[in-house]
Structure formats: structure tokens, C-alpha cells
């Protein structure tokens, strides 16, 4: 059954993500879960020269490719091991990762985490950074305060909305695309993908509830992995530049402070802009629609009872 919901959903919300090969060796794997410095080191590892570094931001900009994350969280978490899987029973493998990230050198933030496991076993070349926080209530709140907010998943208008946001994109294209682009895809995704699939595979059915014990769970299994000490860093923001540079063979930056990026309020005013452009169009383009349906039954009514 999932299997067929599966095929009717990338049908109607097909975003035609780009297939991507690799192009450069993957040099880094940030495994530490969001809310742990993830933009931060993000923007460190390009002022030493390694970029780009995907991060969960790339994934709500153009080309989307939530659609894409998402057939590799049901192939984590929904699938059984096929033919294709890595011989320790890992079911992603180096070349699913390639299509979404294979321009990228570098991974942080919540893939990086959730496939943390799965991305170190594809890319046996790249050094691996466990990026943590000491203060867990800190972690937990900032977390909960904004990727948090994709723990539920909530019974509002966004499936039907999903079906008006390319409404108004599709009114000076060729009408034989309008079927096709009628619908938001990008609304879609970021529910079916985060709320629905992502969050509760990752946090074992609920971040509210288990997100501490799942967060020391994940550091425990990275550093069970036994990777050797020129291969992982363990490393928080505290640390600064020079424990990075160490591990990376590059020079510690002079006169730079080491980034702060991504603060709580700055994140919810970056993807709040984006879902408001969503639901802003979409609620545009249904008003648009309902409008001319409730002409058009009108016209009809009058015609029926004119004629009768």
C-alpha cells in the first residue's frame, strides 16, 4: 500500500529534481544533528577552502530536492536489503547519495545525521566531524523551537493548498503543462518528508519525546564505529578554529572569529519567508480558483433554468 501511495505521490508532485554526479571527493561528513553548530561549520569548512558543503538549507532553495531526500529516508526506513545494499546490511549507498549531493564536498545538518552511517560507509575517503553540544536542555529547546516544528504532523490545509500554488506560475506557460504544475510540490514534500517520514524515523517515532536520549544514542554510535583518531573529530563550537585545522591539514584563519551562523530567530525568519511565498501563492491561486468554479457553476445553474 505504501508502495502505491509512494508512486501516486511522486507522480502528482514530481519536482524534476536535477540527477547529480560526482564531480570531487567527498572530503567531509558532519555528523552531529542540527542545532549543533551545523551552519557554523558549514561556513568554517568554506572559509578553509572546502565547498561546498550541503547543508539542510539547499534542500528548501532551488532545486528543491526534498522529494529526492525523501526516497532515501523510505529506503532507510521502509525498506528490506536488496542486491544494491553495502555488504553490513546498509540499504543507501554512495551512488543514491550522489544524486542529490554528488556536486558537494562536504554534508552537515540533519542528512548528515540521520545517514550518518550509511554516508560513512559510501565515502570511505572523507574525515568525518561529530559536531555536539555539552548542554542538552540548550540543544532541546533550540531544536524544538525550530526543526521542532516539523514533529507533528499537522491536520491543516496544506495537502489541499499543495494543489494551487502553480496556479498562478502556470498562467502564462503552454496549458498542456498546466496538470502537471498545478500543484506545490515543494509545500508537499517538506510535510511528507520531514513531518511524516524524516523526523519520526530519525527520533524513533517522536522528537518531543525522545529527542535526548536519541541525540546521545546517535553520538554513542558514531564513535562505536571505530573510526581511527585521523579520521574522526569530535568537536563543538567552543573549540574554534584550531582543533579543525588540525584535523583538516589547514592553516588556522588570521584576524577571523569563528562563525556564528544560524541563531533560533534567524532561522525562523529564513524558512518562514520561504513556507509564507507557499502558502501566500497557494492561498492566492485557491481564492482565484474558487472564484471562478463558483462563476462557472452560476453560468451553468443559469443556463439550466433559463433553457428549463
Request: hydrophobic share 40%; charged share 20%.
Amino acid at each position: 500500500m505504501d508502495a502505491l501511495k509512494d508512486t501516486i505521490y511522486h507522480r502528482l508532485y514530481a519536482t524534476n529534481h536535477p540527477r547529480q554526479t560526482r564531480t570531487q571527493s567527498m572530503q567531509v561528513i558532519a555528523v552531529g544533528i542540527s542545532r549543533s553548530a551545523t551552519e557554523s561549520l558549514q561556513q568554517a569548512l568554506h572559509t578553509l577552502g572546502i565547498e561546498h558543503v550541503w547543508h539542510g538549507y539547499d534542500s528548501i532553495l532551488p532545486p528543491y530536492c526534498l522529494e529526492e531526500w525523501y526516497k532515501l529516508a523510505v529506503k532507510k526506513y521502509r525498506s528490506k536489503p536488496s542486491e544494491s545494499s553495502m555488504a553490513d546490511g546498509l540499504k543507501v549507498t554512495r551512488e543514491d547519495f550522489d544524486t542529490i549531493i554528488g556536486h558537494c564536498v562536504g554534508i552537515s545538518d540533519l542528512p548528515g545525521a540521520a545517514f550518518a552511517r550509511e554516508l560513512i560507509a559510501a565515502y570511505p575517503e572523507a574525515k568525518v566531524i561529530l559536531n555536539t553540544r555539552s548542554d542538552m536542555p540548550a540543544w532541546h529547546s533550540s531544536f524544538a523551537s525550530t526543526i521542532g516544528t516539523f514533529d507533528k504532523d499537522p491536520k491543516n490545509w496544506d495537502w489541499c493548498k499543495s494543489w494551487f500554488w502553480y496556479v498562478g506560475e502556470c498562467a502564462n506557460k503552454q496549458y498542456v503543462i498546466l496538470a502537471d504544475r498545478l500543484i506545490s510540490a515543494e509545500l508537499f514534500w517538506a510535510r511528507q518528508y520531514m513531518s511524516r517520514t524524516q523526523l519520526p524515523g530519525f527520533f524513533a517515532g517522536s522528537f518531543a519525546s525522545n529527542g535526548v536520549w536519541v541525540y546521545q544514542e546517535h553520538i554513542a554510535m558514531v564513535r562505536g564505529l571505530g573510526l581511527p583518531r585521523e579520521r574522526l573529530l569530535e568537536w563543538q563550537a567552543a573549540d574554534g578554529w584550531e582543533p579543525l585545522c588540525e584535523f583538516l591539514d589547514k592553516p588556522v584563519p588570521t584576524d577571523l572569529s569563528f562563525p556564528k551562523g544560524n541563531p533560533t530567530t534567524e532561522w525562523a525568519q529564513r524558512v518562514g519567508a520561504t513556507m509564507r511565498e507557499h502558502n501566500g501563492r497557494a492561498l492566492r491561486n485557491m481564492a482565484v480558483f474558487s472564484a471562478l468554479l463558483s462563476v462557472c457553476i452560476s453560468w451553468l445553474v443559469y443556463v439550466a433554468v433559463w433553457k428549463a
